[in-house]
């Protein structure tokens, strides 16, 4: 071996050549996953986009850094499937960008956290999480629900996601500001072209508790309540939801 070596040392093109195969074995492991990429992502047809509101939410969500204390992403181990419920899959992230799948847990995992609690108990623990849970160590958030929420710049938003990949019509595009306004004002005309756009299971209400306004508490709480909720597939059993596939299954 030294003396094979020695031999390519003196020859520079040879070295070279050398250094290059070498170095790109360590690539190709990384690129090869990639090209299974269709057979690892499931297909979720009924994948359901984010409302414009969902998405201020999210917005909200990233600002005010609950993804430093919180992930979104449950492992496939058995301890954390009875905590939180069915792993998360590939596919849940597909509208995700930026991920927020988190690599800390001061608090719990929430990306199964839609339809947990109710809106009500989702603003009293924001406004002072010791009032529902006495032994929290979460930061109070109160402010959200006095701060009117800033709607005027969701269409860019939408076109923006757009550009990445996901899949907003020019309807939706435009409409981006009436149908935040509409999703928590079920009474007002906007609400209407919410669902036809967003589809059926779209919840439309009031999710701060003060109809007279949108404040960014209805922005967070929409989209604390449709975490894990925008597709069925983990939740029937044939994707493998409760435990991980086992090796005949495969
Ligand atoms: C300093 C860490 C920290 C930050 C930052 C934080 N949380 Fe928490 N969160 C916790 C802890 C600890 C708990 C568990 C105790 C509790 O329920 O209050 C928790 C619980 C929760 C729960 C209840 C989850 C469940 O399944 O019971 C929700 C929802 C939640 N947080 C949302 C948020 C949101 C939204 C933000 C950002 C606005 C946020 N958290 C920021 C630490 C944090």
């Given at each position: 071996?030294?003396?094979?070596h020695?031999k390519?040392?003196?020859?520079s093109?040879?070295?070279l ?11 190709f492991?990384?690129i090869?996953p990639?090209f299974t ?16 509101l ?7 969500y ?5 993804y ?7 492992r496939t181990?058995r ?13 849940e992230s597909k509208?995700?960008?930026p ?35 006495p ?5 109070r958030y109160g402010?959200?629900a006095?701060?009117a929420?800033?709607?005027?710049g ?7 996601q757009?550009k990445?990949?996901v899949?907003?019509?020019d ?5 981006a ?7 928590a004002a079920p009474?007002a005309?906007a ?6 756009r967003y ?13 007279g306004e949108l404040?960014?508490?209805?922005a967070?709480?929409?989209y ?9 597939i983990?939740?029937k059993?044939?994707a493998g ?10």
């Amino acid at each position: 071996m030294p003396e094979i070596h020695r031999k390519l040392e003196r020859n520079s093109i040879a070295f070279l050549a050398a250094i290059l195969v070498v170095s790109s074995i360590g690539g190709f492991i990384e690129i090869a996953p990639l090209f299974t990429i269709d057979q690892t992502v499931e297909k979720a047809p009924d994948m359901r986009l984010y409302t414009p509101l969902e998405l201020a939410g999210r917005d909200i969500y990233i600002r005010e850094g609950c993804y430093a204390c919180h992930s979104q992403m449950i492992r496939t181990l058995r301890d954390e499937v009875e905590r939180y419920g069915p792993y998360s899959l590939a596919v849940e992230s597909k509208y995700d960008h930026p991920m927020l799948w988190g690599s800390k847990r001061t608090g719990p995992d929430i990306a199964r956290l839609g339809g947990k609690y109710s809106d009500a108990w989702h603003v009293a623990h924001l406004i002072n999480p010791r009032a529902v849970v006495p032994e929290s160590v979460m930061p109070r958030y109160g402010w959200l629900a006095a701060n009117a929420l800033t709607i005027d710049g969701l269409s860019l938003n939408l076109a923006a996601q757009r550009k990445v990949g996901v899949p907003y019509t020019d309807a939706m595009v435009k409409n981006a500001t009436a149908d935040a306004y509409g999703q928590a004002a079920p009474d007002a005309d906007a609400s209407t072209g919410v669902k036809e756009r967003y589809g059926e299971a779209t919840n439309v209400r009031d999710f701060d508790g003060n109809p007279g306004e949108l404040t960014e508490m209805d922005a967070l709480v929409a989209y604390l309540q449709i975490l894990g909720r925008q597709t069925d597939i983990p939740y029937k059993p044939a994707a493998g939801a409760t435990q991980p596939p086992t090796v005949a299954e495969k």
